[in-house]
């Protein structure tokens, strides 16, 4: 007998935890645009917090950019019937079919965080930062401080993708009421450092007299900020970018450097509004289906007040 009650208690001790953990809701999948940098890596951070809190496990898949791989991952979502898929689309155009086959033909509710589609409207809902005007404040910074004149060049970020798109056509509303502004050069980077510092280094090569290189993100700045200092331009070409992620905003702070600004995007609160949307479509309660969160200018006159704790 003590046998068999030292057995039985044992099992007990063993089968306690498995009986008291609490279990998880489902999955909400993440399908990343990518993780190239800290702002996405925070972005993935964010969701599985804030999803996690909701009682969801969250799985994070990284497109690195390629529509190709995103469409693979929104299927394997599918496949494992998500709770719902998060998506932060590489393309406007190349996920319409497979999105909304997950909603129509799976039941699976859809959010768009951050970035969108040209479908956006047959979508559940979508949550993002208003990227356009994020992009006019952001030229609208440069050319105050330019003083309405001068040369410029502009990194927009992956051809085809939402976000890049309304970030630049923001900078073109802004350039509208400027003529003596002039872009001199353009190029096409993939948010990453890597893909920024060689547009730097040919352009102030060519042309030292370039007064501001604008970025659609901070992770492409900081691929062209070494660049300005190594060839000792610091103090006459300017550099802005977006996200105001922690490297950046040192560079802000600091007044020997030449990054004169970022813009503020409040992915977290993005998150939040989106397993808020998801919350009531479980519950059966009315939701918005899209919301839309204010972007904040950040520069040195106003860095430490936006941001006490850094």
């Not at 940098?37 to 999803?51: H, L, P, R, T």
């Not at 992620?245 to 702070?253: G, L």
């Not at 989106?274 to 009315?286: A, P, Q, R, S, T």
Request: proline share 3%.
């Amino acid at each position: 007998m003590k046998r068999i009650l030292t057995l039985v208690l044992a099992l007990l001790v063993i089968a306690l935890p498995c009986a008291f953990a609490e279990e998880s809701r489902g999955t909400v999948y993440w399908c990343a645009n990518n993780t190239a940098n800290e702002f996405s890596v925070n972005m993935a951070k964010y969701c599985e917090e804030i999803g996690n809190s909701y009682g969801w496990e969250v799985i994070v898949l990284d497109a690195d950019s390629d529509v190709a791989t995103q469409l693979s991952n929104v299927e394997k979502a599918i496949a494992a019937d998500a709770a719902a898929i998060f998506i932060d689309p590489v393309s406007t155009d190349g996920l319409n079919t497979v999105l909304l086959s997950a909603i129509n033909d799976h039941d699976i509710p859809v959010i768009c965080i951050h970035g969108g589609t040209s479908n956006q409207e047959e979508l559940t809902a979508f949550v993002a930062c208003d990227m356009y005007t994020g992009g006019m404040i952001e030229m609208q910074m440069c050319v105050d401080d330019l003083g309405g004149k001068g040369k410029i060049a502009i990194i927009r970020a992956t051809e085809g993708h939402d976000v890049a798109n309304n970030i630049t056509d923001g900078y073109y509303a802004v350039l509208e009421n400027y003529p003596d502004i002039e872009v001199v050069y353009t190029g096409v980077g993939d948010w990453g450092a890597d893909s920024a510092t060689p547009f730097a280094e040919t352009w102030l090569t060519a042309d030292p007299d370039i007064d501001a290189i604008v970025c659609n993100n901070d992770g492409m700045a900081l691929g062209v900020r070494p660049i300005i200092h190594s060839m000792g331009l610091e103090d006459s070409c300017k550099l802005y970018g977006l996200d105001a992620i922690s490297e950046a905003r040192n560079y802000i702070r600091d007044e020997n450097c030449c990054y004169a600004g970022s813009i503020m995007m409040d992915t977290y609160a993005e998150f939040e509004a989106g397993f808020d949307i998801l919350e009531k479509y479980y519950n059966g309660e009315e939701f918005e289906n899209q919301v839309v969160i204010d972007p904040v200018g950040v520069n040195a006159s106003n860095i430490d007040e936006l941001f006490p704790d850094d």
